[in-house]
């Protein structure tokens, strides 16, 4: 092969390679919805998007909050939609009223403990759009409700509890003002067990650690 064209081969190759890195890198702040029909199927999410798996394996890794509770959460929080927000009202049927909370993301965390996130981890950076940041912060408050409450990192149904009302509000059992929670945290409960099960047959879990698209 003459030098030149070696030379070109070579430069493309790494041109490509370094566009992939790029890409992948990019593709690491939002991650696309998995179908509404894939839900209740942790397989099938991970299928959809590998940064599912990855990104929770990393949290549990660093935090101990299961993949399967992370997830629960989520699917209860967000439905997977990196932008979610609250429902807004409107006045006269047109006139956009503020949002009755500053929840967002997958994770819907509110301004507040957003801040205290960042501040806690140093990584002021985080964006509540971003799986991997998101998941990090739904085990960050989970370790902190264990350790100020006392809540196994195993038992989502008090986890939840914390996570929804607080971790003043949960010492206080406000939720024992709010039967519709206390059915929530019932559902997260049996949604992470199912995920727990499912996610003991699933085939072929991806590595954390490899660069798309090559995973």
Known sequence: MPSQLKTHFRFSFISFFSLMVV???????STT????????NICQIIEHD???YKAAKKSEEKWGTSVAIQKAFVHQESRFVHNARPPRDYALGFIPLPRKSSAFGYAQ?????????????????????????????????????????GISLRDPY???????EGHGGYRRKTYNQKPWLIEVAKKVD??????DQQLRSCNNLPRRFCIWPFC
């Open 50 to 52: 590998p940064r599912w």
């Open 190 to 195: 049996r949604q992470s067990k199912l995920y």
């Open 109 to 149: 965390a509110q301004n507040p403990a957003w801040y205290d996130y960042q501040k806690a981890t140093g990584n002021y950076r985080a964006r509540r759009d971003n799986i991997y940041d998101a998941l990090d912060f739904i085990g960050w408050y989970n370790s902190v409700s264990n350790q100020r409450n």
């Open 33 to 40: 919805p998995p179908p509404a029909s894939s839900h209740n």
């Open 23 to 29: 890409l992948g890198l990019l593709s690491g702040c």
């Open 158 to 164: 008090n986890l939840y509890l914390a996570y929804h």
